[in-house]
């Protein structure tokens, strides 16, 4: 049990640490909101585990919000994470309780052997949260593609309400596209700029997804989308 369990609800929990969150606040509500509709028990599975502790304004101490949800949930919620460095698994281990199961290792190969184990137990991922690979956001294909081979791991096993979220993934666009819309940029033909799109981490999962019919669910930082199968 962690220091946080002391409180009445996770609301309560949620409210005390979200002015911390920043940029990923509003999308965190928008992810337990989701899961507060799931049917028990719900089942997480993070790549990227919590690194630093008490870091929320930088990293997100994702681990740790979803272990006090799930504890919260009870019934058999549980959360799952994998991290291919030793010093973020240890650090991890130290914050969260029992009820998070922490590998070190390379996230594809785990997600691969977890979905093997997930289809032989017949157990239903509630929520995938993507956050490995850190982002060059001047050269973000490494990181795109890896999330991306994330997203190939566990295809097999998302359901239609599965909800997958990948961390630094905000909405980007060009500002001529909107100007050129209103028609104050009358020297750029409308139409002719890129539409906005999701950038960063999740750039390729999105492409994936708007092409193969999957439901854009929030974009505020971090991007959620539902329906994949
Ligand atoms: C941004 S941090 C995760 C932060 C965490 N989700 C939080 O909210 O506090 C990214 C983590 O991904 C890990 N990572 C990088 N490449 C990886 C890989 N191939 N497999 C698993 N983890 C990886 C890094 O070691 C790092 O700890």
């Known amino acids: 049990m962690t220091e946080f369990n002391k409180k009445k ?4 929990f949620f409210e005390e640490v979200s002015p911390r969150l920043g940029v990923r606040k ?14 028990d028990p719900i089942t997480i599975v993070e790549t990227g585990c919590l690194r630093i502790k008490d870091n929320f304004e930088g990293d997100g101490q994702s681990t740790l919000l979803f272990d006090v949800y799930t504890q919260f949930r009870g019934n058999n919620s549980k959360v799952y994470t ?9 650090n991890c281990s130290q914050v969260v309780s029992k009820n998070v199961h922490i590998e070190t290792g390379d996230s594809v190969g785990y997600l691969n052997k977890l979905t093997k184990i997930f289809v032989d137990k017949k157990i239903t991922p509630s929520l995938f949260y993507l956050d490995s690979f850190d982002l060059n956001w001047r050269s973000p294909e490494e990181s795109g593609q890896h999330h991306l081979k994330e997203l190939v791991s566990i295809k ?17 666009g060009y500002l001529q596209e909107s100007e050129a819309k209103k028609g104050n940029l009358d020297f750029i033909p409308f139409g002719l700029v890129p539409k906005p799109t999701i950038s960063g981490k999740g750039y390729l999962i999105h492409q994936y997804a708007m092409q193969t019919g999957a439901k854009l669910l929030f974009s505020n930082y971090q991007t959620g989308w539902t329906g994949f199968n």
């Open 82 to 90: 994998v991290d291919i460095n030793p010093q973020a698994t240890k």
């Open 26 to 39: 509003i999308s965190f509500r928008k992810i337990f909101n989701y899961l507060d509709k799931l049917p």
């Open 9 to 12: 609800s996770f609301n309560e």
């Open 156 to 172: 097999s096993i998302l359901n239609l309400d599965t909800l997958v979220v990948v961390d630094d993934s905000p909405i980007s």
